[in-house]
């Protein structure tokens, strides 16, 4: 075959076959098949070639793949990716945005880095391709460094920077850390680690180590895993020839092109023409719906959303969903199935919708409550205190503002995937899933099974920030959906999302506008506060309800206030949902406060960090929060908090705006804020076999926050052992000790807490069986009376348990007598979240603004943080830092735009949304502050949601001190920036 030809059939075959990939948004209106797009979810031998222009077009292949030959029959279209982890079980590639927008998928082709998901199979053909899996000198090198250098958080972006690195290296050999971050610009690190990244290659420039050393406690537990690509995550499963699932199906699901429309008749007839076509699942397949909506074993309310729906309430609502032999036959099928829809007018704006009692999106108004719609004039939650009329009295200034804060993705870079497989009436699901054991009630109760006819397997999770914690009836479901086509097909079913589909088709964080209003004395003395709350819910609670909530906690419990009115109402628009994001609600509300502090201190002329110190809550005071009123703070360390990160940016050369001149200005800015450290409760288990080998099933998810290995940290600590002399496990609900939920900064406090009981126990128990003592037969666990039994919500009846009974859970006390009955000794522990546990923050950031063209960059941020004890200083201070750089892009760059008239996103794509890069780092400082409390595990609180909080108020105070003009909407681009200046009259 001569090139020409080659070029012939590769690129117009390649073309023909990706005809229609990506549906645009000004073609989302007009379309009939929903938001849908072609996944390389890969062809197993013996499958049917799919249907359409390029099924004919196959080459034969000879791919030299790290050293050695592979003889492959391939596509025309397919890309190198593709055939790496679908042909050849090369799954340390990972697929991510599959466009070349991540840099997840880089591998080397003739030693240089390239996008193997843009690259053509037939392209690669008669050249040298490595992958992580290579076992070149440099390769493990450069997988070592990363481990010495927690150059992995979550791990799935790890194989891309790794190739990445080393292909810089080969080309220079003595590069320079700023060469480096150049070079690791094209792979996105949603974690944020960039600097252990940057580090972890510049210390492979100058040779690096002679030999491989051990791996060092700063090291986490799975490091090689993850640096050497053998972790499998959801999306691998499927395609080596270990895994246990075979035979696979591929689904795609049909999506509304609308923002409101009710569906009609959905007919597959012409998709049964398609080859290897398997069959269809619709809303009308989802079990109670024909009850509407089905009470859940979590919530005492009835959802308003279901896995798929009749009525679309927002532009990527799940409609119905086709599974097919191969991703292209399912892609195909998918837009030959033809939909009817009867449009309605689209209502995007939460302001107008709760102004105008909006009932169009669901019947019971606009506002989402805990029990369903309500109308306009409830809200869905009120936080009171004391006399707010009488506060305002009291107060010689009073000062009101408006802050909005935009709809944030969580783009994670390992995208929601989902394997569904049925064996008789067991169903197993391996899943993208940070909260395996909640998402094994949900996916239970959705589909109307017995809680132990379900497993839910997550070994690895690449980045999860909330949006992977399926914690309610209310959240997408996209597993439901898999677990019907394999029901239907008596196939194993793999759905998988797309870039467009984990940006907007998945929940988002909420948008909201705060109005706030609040009196001081001129000596600084809060007397009232009122803050009304508008939260742009989208088409479905989700959620939303329980964030407009914790938003209000956000607003109320920093300061000393002793009068105040939080009205928040979480409202129904046809746009993306919102629902569980890194910080749940605080973002958006420290973020709002924050600036409004700021405001009010120099209303009366003080000093912001002065106005902060006059009013701070201290250790002792008391604040409410949503399980029960006021709780008395234990031990917190928010006067260090302040202190340490005031001298990390030089607060004492503080000086008001109206001193700053010239075109370039710099400024600094401070925010300080509370976060809780958790919610409800843990159990703990430990045990040691007859060899004894000690056994640590974690339950928490491994999800890029290291906290199993803290928690491994602190089981060893409590038993006089090294970590490495356990045997650490995780992420299947058949095996793991059950825990709540994997969020709310509360693996290390509140899962470490009963995992540490169950050691201690563990240690009584060997103690026992030396003296000579029977098998246990009491299978209550360990806790202290004092600090570790509080009340706490009950989310399957919706009440408040004040004296909850210390007992396992069903799973872990099945677990336990198993290993009892086989001749172990286990270890059981107990923890309910103490919710006078809280940890603080204070971030300063210094920025300098071109006061002629708008643009800011931020030079610092310091970021002190208190989370108790520290347990592994390495996983923490990366958690600080990671936080930081995506608090910082929710401050700077990340905004996905709604079109304000047909609620359709209008930037879907990650070169549009602009989540950070390695080339967007300012000088990050963390900075850990320790003021341990009795509850904790060695005195351990919550961080990993905290260091979100750090960039948006702080920057924002930071342009004010610089220019004078108050920045109240995020994200602060440069347009949004250069119009205020010049609103204001103060362009240069």
């Known amino acids: 075959m001569t090139d020409d030809q080659h070029d012939e059939l590769t690129r117009r075959s390649f073309l023909r076959a990706g005809s229609g990939v990506v549906a645009g948004a000004a073609a989302l209106g007009a379309g009939r098949y929903g938001l849908v797009q072609i996944e390389n979810a890969g062809r197993q ?17 000879s791919l030299r793949v790290n050293g050695s030959a592979h003889a492959v029959r391939v596509p025309h279209h397919h890309s190198l990716l593709r055939v790496l982890r679908e042909g050849l079980g090369l799954t340390g590639t990972k697929k991510s945005c599959n466009l070349g927008q991540c840099g997840a998928c880089t591998v080397l082709l003739d030693g240089s880095a390239v996008y193997s998901c843009m690259l053509l199979a037939l392209d690669a053909a008669g050249h040298n391709i490595e992958t992580i899996e290579s076992r070149a000198l440099d390769v493990l090198r ?44 094209g792979n996105l690190c949603r974690c944020g680690n960039y600097e252990n990244e940057i580090a972890a290659v510049a210390a492979c420039a100058s040779g690096g180590p002679a030999s491989l050393p051990a791996p060092a406690m700063a090291r986490s537990l799975d490091w090689e895993a993850k640096t050497s690509g053998s972790a499998v995550y959801a999306g691998d499963v499927g395609f080596r020839t270990i895994d246990e699932v075979r035979g696979m199906l591929f689904a795609k699901v049909i999506r509304s092109p609308y923002a409101l429309a009710y569906v009609g008749e959905i007919d597959d007839t012409q998709a049964r023409n398609v080859p290897g076509y398997r069959g269809l699942v619709s809303f009308r397949d989802v079990p ?9 074993e979590r919530s005492p309310e009835k959802t308003d959303r279901l896995c798929m729906n009749g009525k679309a309430r927002y532009v990527g609502d799940a409609i119905a969903a086709v599974a097919a032999d191969d991703p292209d036959a399912a892609m195909e099928a998918a837009q030959r199935v033809h939909v009817e829809y009867r449009v309605q007018q689209a209502f995007p704006d939460a302001e107008h919708n709760l102004e105008h009692n909006v009932g169009a999106i669901h019947a019971g108004g606009p506002v989402a409550g805990f029990a369903g719609p309500q109308p306009a004039d409830k809200p869905t939650i009120e936080y009171r205190r004391g006399d707010l009329a009488s506060g305002f009295r009291q107060a010689d200034l009073v000062v009101e503002g408006r802050y909005v804060a935009p709809i944030q993705c969580h783009v994670p870079i390992e995208p929601h995937c989902v394997v569904a497989s049925w064996h008789g009436d067991q169903l197993t699901f391996y899943d993208s899933q940070q909260s395996v054991f909640a998402a094994q009630d949900i996916l239970a109760t959705a589909l109307g099974l017995p809680r132990e006819k379900v497993r839910v397997i997550a070994h690895y ?9 399926t914690d309610t009836l209310g959240k997408s479901l996209y597993q439901v959906i898999a677990a019907l086509l394999a029901k239907k097909t008596g196939r194993p079913v793999r759905l998988e999302y797309t870039l467009k589909e984990l940006m907007f088709a998945e929940d988002t964080r909420n948008p909201m506008t705060f109005y706030l209003r609040t009196g001081v004395t001129r000596n600084g003395a809060i007397t009232a506060l009122e803050c009304k709350a508008v939260q742009r819910t989208g088409g479905y609670g989700s959620s939303g309800p329980a964030v407009v909530s914790v938003a209000g906690e956000g607003i109320l419990d920093t300061y000393r206030i002793p009068n105040y009115w939080y009205h928040g109402y979480s409202v129904y628009t046809s746009s993306p949902v919102g629902g569980e994001m890194r910080g749940f609600g605080h973002p958006q509300a420290v973020f709002a406060r924050e600036l409004h502090m700021d405001e009010v201190a120099e209303s009366i002329g003080m000093n912001p960090m002065e106005f902060r110190r006059r009013n701070s809550l201290h250790t002792g005071d008391r604040i409410d929060t949503d399980v029960i009123p006021n709780v008395a703070l ?28 010239g075109r370039i200005r710099r400024g600094i800015g401070m925010r300080f804020s509370q976060e809780h450290t958790g919610r409800n409760a843990s159990n703990g288990l430990v045990w040691v076999d007859r060899a004894g080998k000690i056994h640590v099933p974690i339950g928490s998810g491994n999800l890029g ?62 103690e026992a069986h030396r003296g000579g003592a029977p098998p246990r037969t009491d299978f209550t666990p360990f806790f202290d009376p004092k600090t570790d039994l509080n009340p706490y919500l009950d989310e399957t009846t919706g009440t408040i348990v004040m004296h909850p009974e210390p007992k396992l859970s069903p799973p872990t006390e099945a677990i336990a007598r198993r290993i009892v009955a086989q001749g172990g000794l286990v270890g059981l522990g107990f923890y309910v979240w103490n919710p006078g546990v809280e940890s603080w923050g204070a971030s300063f950031a210094e920025v300098e603004v071109d006061m002629e063209t708008g643009q800011v960059r931020v030079l610092k941020l310091a970021a002190a943080h208190d989370c108790g004890r520290v347990i592994h200083r390495a996983g923490a201070e990366a958690q600080v830092q990671g936080g930081g750089i995506m608090g910082l892009g929710y401050a700077t760059t990340e905004e996905l735009a709604i079109d304000p008239h047909t609620g359709i996103p209008v930037n879907q794509s990650l070169y549009e949304y602009r989540p950070l890069s390695t080339l967007d780092l300012p000088e990050l400082a963390p900075i850990l502050v320790e003021a341990p409390v009795d509850a904790g595990p060695f005195g351990a609180k919550g961080l990993g949601e905290n260091p979100v909080f750090d960039a948006a108020a702080a920057v924002g105070n930071a342009i004010y001190n610089a220019t004078g003009v108050r920045m109240r909407e995020i994200p602060y681009t440069w347009p949004r920036v250069f119009a205020e200046l010049k609103k204001a009259g103060k362009l240069a």
């Open 705 to 766: 926050t290291n906290s199993h290995t803290g928690i491994a940290a602190i089981v060893a600590q409590a038993l006089g052992v090294k970590v490495s002399e356990l045997d650490c496990t995780w992420g299947d609900t058949d095996s793991a000790t059950w825990d709540f939920v994997s969020d709310a900064s509360r693996a290390i406090h509140c899962h470490g807490k009963a995992m540490y009981n169950a050691a201690l126990d563990l240690k009584r128990q060997v």
């Open 634 to 661: 234990m031990n917190i360390g928010a006067e260090e908090c302040l202190s340490k990160g005031g001298d990390a940016i030089n607060w004492s050369a503080w000086q008001p705006p109206s001193q700053k001149s």
């Open 288 to 296: 109670g719906y024909d009850e509407v909506t089905k009470a859940s």
């Open 461 to 469: 999770v690449g980045g999860g920030f909330g949006g992977k914690c």
């Open 142 to 185: 450069m997988q070592d460094s990363f481990g010495e250098h927690f150059g992995s958080q979550c791990g799935h972006c790890t194989p891309g920077m790794i190739m990445a690195g080393v292909g810089l290296l080969r080309e220079n050999a003595g590069a320079t850390p700023e060469d480096v971050r150049a070079a690791l610009s």
């Open 45 to 61: 031998p013996g499958r049917a070639a799919p249907a359409g222009e390029y099924a004919a077009h196959f080459a034969d292949l």
